[in-house]
Protein backbone atom coordinates (compact mmCIF):
# COMPACT_ATOMS: atom_id res chain seq x y z
CA UNK A 1 0.00 0.00 0.00
CA UNK A 2 0.95 3.74 -0.44
CA UNK A 3 -0.52 6.12 1.72
CA UNK A 4 -1.30 9.61 0.34
CA UNK A 5 -2.30 11.59 3.62
CA UNK A 6 -2.69 11.05 6.79
CA UNK A 7 -4.77 13.38 8.91
CA UNK A 8 -4.23 13.26 13.02
CA UNK A 9 -7.92 14.97 14.57
CA UNK A 10 -7.62 15.49 18.06
CA UNK A 11 -11.33 15.32 19.54
CA UNK A 12 -13.09 16.18 23.06
CA UNK A 13 -16.45 14.31 23.26
CA UNK A 14 -18.23 15.00 26.17
CA UNK A 15 -20.35 12.00 28.31
CA UNK A 16 -23.51 11.35 29.23
CA UNK A 17 -22.42 11.39 33.24
CA UNK A 18 -18.85 10.75 34.46
CA UNK A 19 -16.79 7.56 34.61
CA UNK A 20 -15.34 7.27 37.91
CA UNK A 21 -12.08 4.28 38.69
CA UNK A 22 -10.22 3.89 41.57
CA UNK A 23 -7.56 6.30 38.87
CA UNK A 24 -10.10 9.21 38.79
CA UNK A 25 -13.17 10.63 36.99
CA UNK A 26 -13.85 11.16 33.48
CA UNK A 27 -16.11 13.65 31.58
CA UNK A 28 -15.14 13.28 28.26
CA UNK A 29 -13.32 11.45 25.22
CA UNK A 30 -10.21 13.62 24.77
CA UNK A 31 -7.92 11.30 22.18
CA UNK A 32 -7.00 11.90 18.13
CA UNK A 33 -8.97 10.23 15.32
CA UNK A 34 -5.97 8.94 12.98
CA UNK A 35 -7.28 8.57 9.04
CA UNK A 36 -5.12 7.69 6.71
CA UNK A 37 -5.90 7.64 2.88
CA UNK A 38 -4.99 5.45 0.32
CA UNK A 39 -5.79 5.34 -3.43
CA UNK A 40 -9.06 7.46 -2.91
CA UNK A 41 -10.19 5.14 0.37
CA UNK A 42 -9.65 5.93 3.78
CA UNK A 43 -9.31 3.96 7.16
CA UNK A 44 -9.89 4.95 10.25
CA UNK A 45 -7.85 4.25 13.91
CA UNK A 46 -8.98 6.08 17.31
CA UNK A 47 -6.02 6.39 20.35
CA UNK A 48 -6.49 5.36 23.86
CA UNK A 49 -3.77 6.98 25.69
CA UNK A 50 -5.47 9.71 27.81
CA UNK A 51 -4.95 13.25 28.55
CA UNK A 52 -2.53 12.56 31.18
CA UNK A 53 -0.96 9.42 32.25
CA UNK A 54 -3.69 8.02 34.48
CA UNK A 55 -3.97 4.04 33.36
CA UNK A 56 -1.06 3.94 31.58
CA UNK A 57 1.97 5.81 31.34
CA UNK A 58 1.56 7.03 27.62
CA UNK A 59 -0.48 10.36 26.82
CA UNK A 60 -1.85 12.21 24.08
CA UNK A 61 0.79 14.97 23.79
CA UNK A 62 3.40 12.35 23.83
CA UNK A 63 1.60 10.20 21.25
CA UNK A 64 0.94 12.83 18.74
CA UNK A 65 4.34 14.27 18.73
CA UNK A 66 5.62 10.22 17.95
CA UNK A 67 3.54 10.40 15.38
CA UNK A 68 3.91 13.29 13.74
CA UNK A 69 7.48 13.25 14.04
CA UNK A 70 8.19 9.61 13.33
CA UNK A 71 5.37 7.21 12.43
CA UNK A 72 3.39 9.34 10.04
CA UNK A 73 6.44 10.56 8.08
CA UNK A 74 7.82 6.31 8.05
CA UNK A 75 4.21 5.51 6.49
CA UNK A 76 4.08 7.91 4.01
CA UNK A 77 7.55 7.03 3.48
CA UNK A 78 7.72 3.00 3.01
CA UNK A 79 4.09 2.67 3.05
CA UNK A 80 3.53 -1.46 3.66
CA UNK A 81 2.80 -4.11 2.07
CA UNK A 82 0.65 -5.55 4.88
CA UNK A 83 -0.69 -4.13 7.56
CA UNK A 84 0.30 -6.72 9.97
CA UNK A 85 3.80 -5.40 9.28
CA UNK A 86 3.69 -2.20 10.82
CA UNK A 87 4.33 -3.38 14.24
CA UNK A 88 7.88 -4.88 13.37
CA UNK A 89 8.74 -2.02 11.15
CA UNK A 90 8.24 0.84 14.19
CA UNK A 91 9.99 -1.73 16.63
CA UNK A 92 12.73 0.58 17.02
CA UNK A 93 10.33 2.83 18.62
CA UNK A 94 10.11 1.53 22.03
CA UNK A 95 7.08 1.10 24.05
CA UNK A 96 4.26 3.26 23.05
CA UNK A 97 1.64 0.59 22.26
CA UNK A 98 -1.40 3.25 21.92
CA UNK A 99 0.34 5.61 20.12
CA UNK A 100 1.31 3.15 17.66
CA UNK A 101 -2.18 1.15 17.58
CA UNK A 102 -3.81 4.35 16.32
CA UNK A 103 -1.74 4.65 13.32
CA UNK A 104 -1.91 1.02 12.66
CA UNK A 105 -5.60 0.36 13.34
CA UNK A 106 -6.44 3.15 10.37
CA UNK A 107 -4.42 1.32 7.77
CA UNK A 108 -5.98 -1.84 8.97
CA UNK A 109 -9.50 -0.49 8.62
CA UNK A 110 -7.90 1.17 4.85
CA UNK A 111 -6.76 -1.82 3.62
CA UNK A 112 -9.96 -3.99 4.34
CA UNK A 113 -11.62 -1.39 2.69
CA UNK A 114 -9.68 -1.70 -0.18
CA UNK A 115 -10.23 -5.04 -0.44
CA UNK A 116 -13.97 -4.95 0.02
CA UNK A 117 -14.16 -7.19 2.85
CA UNK A 118 -15.41 -6.91 6.67
CA UNK A 119 -11.90 -6.46 8.97
CA UNK A 120 -14.08 -9.54 10.79
CA UNK A 121 -13.35 -11.18 7.84
CA UNK A 122 -9.57 -10.17 7.09
CA UNK A 123 -8.64 -11.44 10.61
CA UNK A 124 -10.20 -14.57 10.73
CA UNK A 125 -13.80 -14.32 12.82
CA UNK A 126 -16.99 -15.23 11.87
CA UNK A 127 -19.86 -14.49 14.27
CA UNK A 128 -22.43 -11.53 13.40
CA UNK A 129 -22.91 -10.61 17.21
CA UNK A 130 -20.75 -10.60 20.05
CA UNK A 131 -21.78 -11.33 24.12
CA UNK A 132 -21.13 -7.82 25.59
CA UNK A 133 -21.11 -7.05 29.56
CA UNK A 134 -21.35 -3.66 31.24
CA UNK A 135 -18.47 -2.25 33.22
CA UNK A 136 -20.02 0.54 36.03
CA UNK A 137 -18.32 3.43 37.52
CA UNK A 138 -18.14 4.10 40.90
CA UNK A 139 -21.35 5.91 41.77
CA UNK A 140 -22.73 5.93 45.13
CA UNK A 141 -24.96 2.71 46.48
CA UNK A 142 -28.17 3.28 45.76
CA UNK A 143 -27.38 4.68 41.83
CA UNK A 144 -25.34 1.50 41.56
CA UNK A 145 -27.99 -0.73 42.78
CA UNK A 146 -30.23 0.95 40.23
CA UNK A 147 -27.72 0.23 37.70
CA UNK A 148 -27.12 -2.93 37.95
CA UNK A 149 -30.97 -3.89 37.85
CA UNK A 150 -30.87 -1.77 34.26
CA UNK A 151 -28.36 -3.65 32.98
CA UNK A 152 -29.57 -7.34 33.92
CA UNK A 153 -33.09 -6.49 32.86
CA UNK A 154 -31.32 -4.90 29.38
CA UNK A 155 -29.77 -8.63 29.05
CA UNK A 156 -25.82 -7.63 29.36
CA UNK A 157 -24.04 -10.95 30.17
CA UNK A 158 -21.91 -9.99 33.22
CA UNK A 159 -21.90 -6.94 35.17
CA UNK A 160 -18.21 -5.72 36.01
CA UNK A 161 -18.31 -3.13 39.14
CA UNK A 162 -14.67 -0.47 39.44
CA UNK A 163 -13.73 -1.43 43.29
CA UNK A 164 -11.04 0.49 45.62
CA UNK A 165 -10.19 0.33 49.26
CA UNK A 166 -12.81 1.40 51.25
CA UNK A 167 -15.59 0.71 48.52
CA UNK A 168 -15.52 -2.99 47.97
CA UNK A 169 -17.42 -4.94 50.51
CA UNK A 170 -19.88 -2.16 51.24
CA UNK A 171 -20.79 -2.63 47.42
CA UNK A 172 -20.74 -6.67 46.82
CA UNK A 173 -22.76 -7.58 49.75
CA UNK A 174 -25.59 -5.55 48.30
CA UNK A 175 -25.12 -6.02 44.83
CA UNK A 176 -24.72 -9.69 45.55
CA UNK A 177 -27.54 -10.17 47.28
CA UNK A 178 -30.34 -8.49 45.05
CA UNK A 179 -28.65 -10.75 42.29
CA UNK A 180 -27.45 -14.02 43.64
CA UNK A 181 -27.14 -15.49 40.19
CA UNK A 182 -25.54 -12.85 37.43
CA UNK A 183 -21.85 -13.08 36.46
CA UNK A 184 -20.45 -10.28 38.31
CA UNK A 185 -16.64 -9.48 38.39
CA UNK A 186 -14.24 -6.75 39.91
CA UNK A 187 -12.06 -4.21 38.76
CA UNK A 188 -9.58 -2.12 41.17
CA UNK A 189 -7.68 -0.64 38.17
CA UNK A 190 -4.38 -1.40 40.68
CA UNK A 191 -5.59 -0.03 43.75
CA UNK A 192 -4.46 -2.66 46.19
CA UNK A 193 -1.16 -4.02 47.18
CA UNK A 194 -0.20 -7.39 49.07
CA UNK A 195 -1.01 -5.21 52.36
CA UNK A 196 -4.36 -5.50 51.49
CA UNK A 197 -4.15 -9.50 51.66
CA UNK A 198 -6.74 -9.60 54.20
CA UNK A 199 -9.86 -7.41 52.24
CA UNK A 200 -8.63 -9.04 48.70
CA UNK A 201 -9.46 -12.96 50.24
CA UNK A 202 -13.02 -11.70 51.12
CA UNK A 203 -13.50 -11.32 47.51
CA UNK A 204 -13.52 -15.13 47.38
CA UNK A 205 -17.06 -14.74 49.31
CA UNK A 206 -18.79 -13.61 46.36
CA UNK A 207 -18.41 -16.04 43.63
CA UNK A 208 -16.85 -13.23 41.07
CA UNK A 209 -15.90 -14.69 37.78
CA UNK A 210 -12.26 -12.98 37.94
CA UNK A 211 -10.85 -10.28 39.70
CA UNK A 212 -9.25 -7.59 37.22
CA UNK A 213 -6.48 -5.85 37.92
CA UNK A 214 -5.95 -5.85 41.93
CA UNK A 215 -2.35 -4.99 42.13
CA UNK A 216 -0.03 -2.01 40.78
CA UNK A 217 -0.51 -1.45 36.69
CA UNK A 218 2.69 -2.75 35.79
CA UNK A 219 3.19 -6.14 38.02
CA UNK A 220 3.26 -9.56 37.17
CA UNK A 221 4.71 -11.18 40.46
CA UNK A 222 3.25 -9.57 43.23
CA UNK A 223 0.09 -11.00 41.09
CA UNK A 224 1.93 -14.15 40.88
CA UNK A 225 2.50 -14.47 44.44
CA UNK A 226 -1.85 -13.42 44.87
CA UNK A 227 -3.24 -15.87 42.60
CA UNK A 228 -2.64 -18.81 45.05
CA UNK A 229 -3.73 -17.41 47.79
CA UNK A 230 -7.37 -17.09 46.25
CA UNK A 231 -10.19 -18.90 44.90
CA UNK A 232 -11.29 -16.50 42.10
CA UNK A 233 -9.34 -16.09 39.25
CA UNK A 234 -7.50 -13.10 38.37
CA UNK A 235 -7.29 -11.02 35.17
CA UNK A 236 -4.90 -8.91 34.10
CA UNK A 237 -5.37 -5.29 32.11
CA UNK A 238 -2.73 -2.53 32.34
CA UNK A 239 -0.07 -5.35 32.90
CA UNK A 240 -0.55 -6.64 29.69
CA UNK A 241 1.40 -4.52 27.10
CA UNK A 242 2.40 -6.57 24.12
CA UNK A 243 2.35 -10.23 23.28
CA UNK A 244 5.87 -11.11 25.47
CA UNK A 245 4.33 -9.23 28.12
CA UNK A 246 1.40 -12.05 28.28
CA UNK A 247 3.37 -15.00 27.11
CA UNK A 248 5.52 -13.80 30.62
CA UNK A 249 2.04 -13.33 32.39
CA UNK A 250 0.78 -16.99 31.59
CA UNK A 251 4.08 -18.44 32.63
CA UNK A 252 4.08 -16.75 35.66
CA UNK A 253 0.74 -17.47 36.42
CA UNK A 254 0.22 -14.53 37.30
CA UNK A 255 -3.38 -14.38 35.10
CA UNK A 256 -5.92 -17.25 34.38
CA UNK A 257 -7.84 -14.63 32.23
CA UNK A 258 -6.47 -11.66 29.88
CA UNK A 259 -8.30 -8.67 28.79
CA UNK A 260 -7.45 -7.64 25.49
CA UNK A 261 -7.18 -3.90 24.74
CA UNK A 262 -5.56 -3.52 21.06
CA UNK A 263 -4.24 -0.58 22.23
CA UNK A 264 -2.50 -1.45 25.37
CA UNK A 265 -0.87 -4.00 23.40
CA UNK A 266 0.66 -2.44 20.60
CA UNK A 267 -1.99 -2.81 17.51
CA UNK A 268 -3.76 -5.22 15.88
CA UNK A 269 -0.87 -7.72 14.67
CA UNK A 270 -0.05 -7.92 18.41
CA UNK A 271 -3.25 -9.26 19.13
CA UNK A 272 -4.22 -12.04 16.50
CA UNK A 273 -1.03 -12.89 17.90
CA UNK A 274 -1.84 -12.89 21.41
CA UNK A 275 -5.12 -14.76 20.49
CA UNK A 276 -3.15 -17.77 19.09
CA UNK A 277 -1.08 -17.82 22.42
CA UNK A 278 -4.49 -18.21 24.50
CA UNK A 279 -6.11 -20.47 22.53
CA UNK A 280 -3.21 -22.54 22.21
CA UNK A 281 -3.00 -22.35 26.14
CA UNK A 282 -6.82 -22.81 26.58
CA UNK A 283 -7.04 -19.38 28.51
CA UNK A 284 -10.01 -16.90 28.39
CA UNK A 285 -10.05 -13.70 26.59
CA UNK A 286 -12.18 -11.26 26.54
CA UNK A 287 -12.26 -7.84 24.76
CA UNK A 288 -12.10 -4.75 27.07
CA UNK A 289 -12.92 -1.16 26.51
CA UNK A 290 -11.74 2.58 26.99
CA UNK A 291 -14.95 3.93 26.36
CA UNK A 292 -14.40 4.30 22.83
CA UNK A 293 -16.13 6.52 20.44
CA UNK A 294 -17.62 4.54 17.47
CA UNK A 295 -14.30 4.22 15.58
CA UNK A 296 -12.63 2.24 18.53
CA UNK A 297 -15.49 0.91 19.48
CA UNK A 298 -16.38 -1.28 16.36
CA UNK A 299 -12.53 -2.34 15.95
CA UNK A 300 -12.80 -3.84 19.21
CA UNK A 301 -16.31 -5.56 17.90
CA UNK A 302 -14.78 -6.96 14.75
CA UNK A 303 -11.90 -7.94 16.50
CA UNK A 304 -14.08 -10.02 19.60
CA UNK A 305 -15.46 -12.32 16.95
CA UNK A 306 -12.20 -14.08 17.10
CA UNK A 307 -13.05 -17.52 18.57
CA UNK A 308 -11.25 -16.44 21.49
CA UNK A 309 -13.04 -14.23 22.89
CA UNK A 310 -15.08 -16.66 24.98
CA UNK A 311 -15.90 -14.27 27.89
CA UNK A 312 -18.61 -11.25 27.51
CA UNK A 313 -16.36 -8.76 26.73
CA UNK A 314 -17.08 -4.62 27.53
CA UNK A 315 -18.02 -3.41 24.17
CA UNK A 316 -21.59 -2.87 25.31
CA UNK A 317 -23.86 0.14 23.84
CA UNK A 318 -22.51 3.63 22.63
CA UNK A 319 -25.42 5.44 23.98
CA UNK A 320 -24.42 4.16 27.69
CA UNK A 321 -21.52 6.98 27.28
CA UNK A 322 -22.26 9.42 24.51
CA UNK A 323 -25.42 11.03 23.87
CA UNK A 324 -23.78 11.49 20.32
CA UNK A 325 -21.27 9.75 18.09
CA UNK A 326 -18.95 10.20 15.74
CA UNK A 327 -20.45 7.73 13.30
CA UNK A 328 -23.54 7.37 11.92
CA UNK A 329 -24.34 3.90 13.11
CA UNK A 330 -25.45 3.20 15.97
CA UNK A 331 -23.67 0.67 18.34
CA UNK A 332 -26.08 -1.12 20.39
CA UNK A 333 -26.10 -4.09 22.01
CA UNK A 334 -29.75 -5.69 22.50
CA UNK A 335 -30.46 -8.38 24.91
CA UNK A 336 -26.63 -8.39 25.53
CA UNK A 337 -25.56 -8.93 22.08
CA UNK A 338 -24.09 -6.65 20.16
CA UNK A 339 -24.11 -6.45 16.32
CA UNK A 340 -20.97 -6.68 14.07
CA UNK A 341 -20.85 -3.39 12.21
CA UNK A 342 -20.95 -4.54 8.79
CA UNK A 343 -22.43 -1.41 6.88
CA UNK A 344 -19.76 -1.80 4.61
CA UNK A 345 -15.59 -2.64 4.55
CA UNK A 346 -13.63 -2.38 7.00
CA UNK A 347 -14.99 -1.53 10.33
CA UNK A 348 -17.94 -0.80 8.59
CA UNK A 349 -19.16 2.13 9.76
CA UNK A 350 -19.35 5.69 8.00
CA UNK A 351 -18.22 9.30 10.31
CA UNK A 352 -20.92 11.73 11.20
CA UNK A 353 -18.84 14.19 9.84
CA UNK A 354 -20.65 17.42 10.87
CA UNK A 355 -20.34 15.97 14.76
CA UNK A 356 -16.98 15.13 14.36
CA UNK A 357 -16.20 18.82 13.28
CA UNK A 358 -18.01 20.17 16.65
CA UNK A 359 -15.99 18.02 18.43
CA UNK A 360 -12.84 18.81 17.17
CA UNK A 361 -10.21 20.49 18.61
CA UNK A 362 -7.30 20.45 16.43
CA UNK A 363 -6.73 19.04 12.79
CA UNK A 364 -3.65 18.34 10.78
CA UNK A 365 -2.96 16.39 7.56
CA UNK A 366 0.23 15.23 6.71
CA UNK A 367 1.29 14.21 3.27
CA UNK A 368 3.76 12.12 1.12
O1 LIG B 1 -9.99 -0.70 33.33
O2 LIG B 1 -11.26 -1.54 31.87
C1 LIG B 1 -10.79 -0.55 32.42
C2 LIG B 1 -12.48 2.59 31.05
C3 LIG B 1 -11.40 3.45 30.95
C4 LIG B 1 -10.16 3.01 31.36
C5 LIG B 1 -10.00 1.72 31.87
C6 LIG B 1 -11.07 0.85 31.95
C7 LIG B 1 -12.35 1.31 31.57
C8 LIG B 1 -13.56 0.52 31.71
C9 LIG B 1 -14.73 0.86 30.82
O3 LIG B 1 -13.72 -0.34 32.54
C10 LIG B 1 -14.85 -0.06 29.66
C11 LIG B 1 -15.77 0.49 28.60
O4 LIG B 1 -16.98 0.54 28.82
O5 LIG B 1 -15.28 0.87 27.51
MG1 LIG C 1 -9.69 -2.78 33.63
Known amino acids: MKIDEVELR ?16 QTEKHTVIVTVRSDGVEGYGEGVMETLPEYREETLAGALYLLREALVPALLRDGCDHPGDLAAAWARYRGNPMCKTS ?4 VWDCFARQQGVALRDLIGGSVSEIPVGASLGMNPLGDTLASVDRHVAEGYKRIKLKVEPGWDHELLGPVRTAHPDIELTVDANSAYTLDDIDTLRRFDDYGLKYIEQPLHWDDLVDHAALAPLLRTPLCLDETLTSPARVRAALDLQACAVVNLKVGRVGGLAATLRIHELCVERGVPMWCGGMLETGVGRAHNIHIATLPGFTYPGDTASASRTYARDIVLQPLEATGGMMPVPLDGPGIGVTLDRAYLDEVTESLETVRR
Do not use: D
Open 10 to 25: VIRVPFRSAFTTSFGS
Open 103 to 106: LELA
